[in-house]
């Protein structure tokens, strides 16, 4: 009997020795941090704590890790997919690795696994039930482009060329935005991507060339001509003379702020029925693909599928690309020309 009330006593006085969920918390930063974790800077850190606090330190901070329940694992987890599924599988994927942390430290007091297999199933099933279907990029229907392009053309700003230069030639923004003098070649309408600037990084200068249409050509020649290494569209330049690129979010905040202004003053047209605003990747390249499949002129008859796609610097049939190793230029010229018609009746080069 005196053996057994010593030995509670003495775990007691173990038990009492260990640290606090806060404490482990902070230690755990510690090694994160000394691993590389949110080494680009201290904002992620803030909200990951933020995070950490909300939902789990401020109703459970003081306890011991032995004290923890799966009940009160359970009822964070459930909290926190109350702010979004987003947040509960982030928030469930930082208690994994939490607790994977302490169990590396046996003197914390890691009893028993709190992520259960039932638990596991659980979370699935908040995924499943919660989960949102995925929407695609917002753009405009392709009836409506002629009337975008005559809007774009009356901006008269960096970010509207590039924009109107991306729709007519149906190419990712990147590869825009990286374009300088010395790819474009003006005798033979070719545009070939800096291999920097390509989505794919192909090694294969053929699956980086864009065919440009006549009306691209022509409105190249009414932009100023800068050096061979100077960008097409520049967002800035240096006191050197060296031009500046756009960054990802500038033309999507630029074309957003100008919707807004537009909207304000009565525009129509410029977001979808759900209030999005349009996405330029969408309009550039999902409007150009509806299009070319459209009953319009019987496009769908008129433009060969794989030419349609070889625009669009689609190559991932392994087998027709091992085999298949013709361009398809001519065609792919034909199909750009149309699509600059289209896109520019109702503007005067």
């Not at 799966?70 to 930082?94: C, H, K, P, W």
Request: glycine letters at 4%; one cysteine or more; a positive charge.
């Amino acid at each position: 009997m005196k053996k057994k009330q010593r030995d509670e006593k003495k775990s007691r006085r173990e038990n009492e020795k260990r640290p606090t969920l806060k404490q482990i918390y902070s230690w755990w930063v510690l090694n994160e941090k000394k691993n590389g974790r949110w080494a680009k800077g201290t904002r992620a850190e803030h909200y990951h704590k933020l995070m950490a606090c909300k939902y789990f330190l401020d109703a459970y901070g003081d306890k011991n890790l032995f004290e923890l329940t799966e009940e009160d694992v359970t009822n964070a987890i459930l909290v926190s997919y109350g702010a979004g599924v987003r947040m509960g599988q982030r928030f469930f994927s930082f208690l994994k690795i939490f607790f994977s942390y302490c169990m590396l430290h046996p003197e914390y007091g890691f009893e028993r696994p709190l992520i259960t297999p039932v638990l596991e199933l659980k979370v699935k099933e908040l995924n499943r039930i919660n989960k949102k279907p995925r929407l695609n990029r917002a753009c405009p229907p392709f009836e409506f482009m002629p009337e975008l392009m005559k809007l774009l053309f009356s901006i008269q700003k960096t970010w509207a060329h590039l924009f109107i230069f991306e729709i007519l030639t149906a190419s990712r923004q990147e590869a825009v935005r990286g374009l300088r003098w010395k790819d474009l070649d003006f005798e033979k309408k070719l545009w070939v991507i800096s291999i920097e600037t390509d989505k794919v990084g192909s090694q294969d200068p053929n699956k980086r060339t864009i065919v440009l249409s006549d009306k691209a050509i022509e409105y190249l020649e009414t932009l100023p001509r800068g050096k061979d290494e100077d960008l097409v569209f520049p967002y800035d330049y240096l006191i050197t003379g060296e031009t500046v690129p756009f960054k990802e979010t500038n033309l999507w905040r630029s074309f957003s702020r100008y919707c807004i202004k537009r909207i304000a003053e009565g525009a129509k047209g410029l977001q979808t029925e759900d209030g999005r605003y349009f996405s330029p990747h969408a309009t550039s390249r999902s409007t150009f693909k509806t299009w070319s499949r459209s009953e319009l002129d019987d496009n769908y008859k008129r433009f060969d599928p794989q030419s349609v796609e070889h625009c669009l610097l689609h190559y991932r049939d392994a087998y027709r690309g091992a085999y298949d190793r013709s361009n398809l230029i001519s065609h792919r010229k034909f199909i750009m020309d149309e699509w600059a018609k289209f896109l520019l009746q109702k503007v005067d080069l």
